[in-house]
């Protein structure tokens, strides 16, 4: 089976679907995607290294979840289903804002993507995907600052600026929240 994504115009306003990896290949289409960031009650957050088999950027650390709502899903919907499938876990996300990037990988493809960026909580124990997720770390704020300075450390770009942009815009997305109604 194929995997649809959305296609969306600049206000992200539905314009069609296709297929994952037709919205990736060449410069890509423009689609809809979430990036979730998961912290813990002590205010670490998760990493991950994406899988080896990922088309783009693979074996890049990365926040903890990304990926795209099905056709007719909502992003908040898609985002939890995702971290179940991706680490394990089950986690209520908040949306914090939404931007537009696109970026080339090489020649294999690009990402084009309207992102809604989400925070959630969790304390729960990690069970990566191993088909998704090569690696992950629970590191501090200035842990994570200090790597992405670290020119030589392979972060997936969407996640620089979504890192930079809440660092500076969100400066307590990171205070830890009492964890319920998961």
Known sequence: MTVEVVLVDAKDNEIGVCGKQDAHLGSGRRHRAFSVHLIDSSGRHLIQQRAANKMLWP??????????PAPGETVTDAARRRLREELGVSALCRPLYSFEYHERF??????????????????????????????VKWLRRDQISDQIANSEASFTPWFRMEWARLLTEFPEFDTPQPIGGN
């Open 59 to 68: 074996r890049f650390w990365s926040n903890a979840c990304c990926s795209h």
């Open 106 to 135: 090489g020649s294999v493809g690009a990402e084009h993507e309207l992102c809604h960026v989400l925070i959630a909580q969790t304390d729960e124990v990690i069970s990566p995907s191993a088909e998704e997720v090569a690696a």
